[in-house]
C-alpha cells in the first residue's frame, strides 16, 4: 500500500480521535463534578431560556450564550466556572468567551445530563 491509500483513512481517524478525546474530557470533568462544586465552583447553563427549562441541573444557573458577553462582569473570576449546554459545542464557545474576558478557570463540563448525579 502506498501512501493514497492511506489518505482515505486520515479524516475519518482524525474524527474518532477528536470525539473519543471530547467524551474521555467530559467524563473527566463528570467524575470532578461534585468535588468541584464542593469547592464553590459555578455551573453555568448556557442553553436557552426554553431549553434550561425544559430539564436542568438544580445547582446550575442559565445565561444563555448569546448573553454569556455581557453577563460574564457579573460572575467571580477567581472561581472556577463550569459550563454545560445540550451537547458541549455551544459550551465549548463558552469556555472561549470566558477566557477571553480573563476567566483562568473555565471548564466544559458537555452536556447538561453529564452534571446530573
Known amino acids: ?15 474518532v480521535i477528536f470525539f473519543g ?7 473527566m470533568i463528570k467524575n470532578k463534578l461534585p468535588l468541584l462544586l464542593k469547592e464553590g465552583a459555578i455551573l453555568i447553563d448556557v442553553r436557552s431560556k426554553g431549553e434550561y427549562e425544559s430539564g436542568h441541573n ?6 444563555p450564550l448569546d448573553l454569556l458577553n455581557s453577563e ?4 467571580d473570576k477567581a472561581k472556577t466556572i463550569l459550563l454545560c449546554c445540550a451537547s458541549g459545542t455551544r459550551s465549548g464557545i463558552a469556555v472561549g468567551i470566558l477566557k477571553k474576558n480573563g476567566f483562568k478557570n473555565v471548564l466544559n463540563a458537555g452536556p447538561w445530563s453529564n452534571t446530573l448525579g
Open 1 to 15: 500500500m502506498n501512501f493514497e491509500n492511506y489518505q482515505s483513512f486520515i479524516f475519518p481517524l482524525i474524527i
Open 21 to 27: 478525546y471530547r467524551i474521555y474530557r467530559f467524563k
Open 58 to 63: 438544580p445547582l446550575s444557573m442559565n445565561i
Open 72 to 75: 460574564s462582569n457579573k460572575l
